[in-house]
C-alpha cells in the first residue's frame, strides 16, 4: 500500500509557475506508474500528465503541453509537476495517483490504486 502526500500549491498569478510535489510511503515510486490529475468545482477529474514507472515515458494533456513538465526523483521518492507559464483555467485541486496496473490508459482515473489528499492551485487573472 502507498501514502501519497501533495505539496507545493498555492495562489500565483497568469504567467507565474509552481512546482507541486507528491512524496510517497509504502512502496516508491520505481514501482509504480504516477499520474497528476486535477479537479475543478463543479468539474470532473481530469488528467493532467503521467510517468511512466521507468521514467521513460511521459504523457500529457494537450493544453499542457510545453508548459507543464512531469519528472521523478526516486532516490527521494518523490514526483514533481513542474507548472509554468500558469493560466486562470488551471486553477483546480490537483491530486496525484499511483498504480501498479496496466488496465485503462494513463489519463483514466480508474487505472490509479492510490491518491493523495490533493494541493489547491489558484491563478489570478
Known amino acids: 500500500q502507498a501514502q501519497l502526500v501533495e505539496s507545493g500549491g498555492g495562489l500565483v498569478q497568469a504567467g507565474g509557475s509552481l512546482r507541486l510535489s507528491c512524496a510517497a510511503s509504502?512502496?516508491?515510486?520505481?514501482?509504480?506508474?504516477t499520474g497528476w490529475f486535477r479537479q475543478a468545482p463543479g468539474k470532473e477529474r481530469e488528467f493532467v500528465a503521467a510517468?511512466?514507472?521507468?521514467?521513460?515515458?511521459?504523457y500529457y494533456l494537450d493544453s499542457v503541453k510545453g508548459r507543464f513538465t512531469i519528472s521523478k526523483d526516486n532516490a527521494k521518492n518523490t514526483v514533481y509537476l513542474q507548472m509554468n507559464s500558469l493560466k486562470p483555467e488551471d486553477t483546480a485541486v490537483y491530486y496525484c495517483?499511483?498504480?501498479?496496473?496496466?488496465?485503462?490508459?494513463?489519463?483514466?482515473?480508474?487505472?490509479?490504486?492510490?491518491w493523495g489528499q490533493g494541493t489547491q492551485v489558484t491563478v489570478s487573472s
Open positions: 510517468i511512466s514507472r521507468s521514467s521513460g515515458s511521459t
Open positions: 495517483g499511483v498504480t501498479l496496473s496496466s488496465s485503462y490508459g494513463y489519463s483514466n482515473p480508474r487505472r490509479y490504486d492510490y
Open positions: 509504502g512502496r516508491t515510486f520505481s514501482t509504480y506508474a
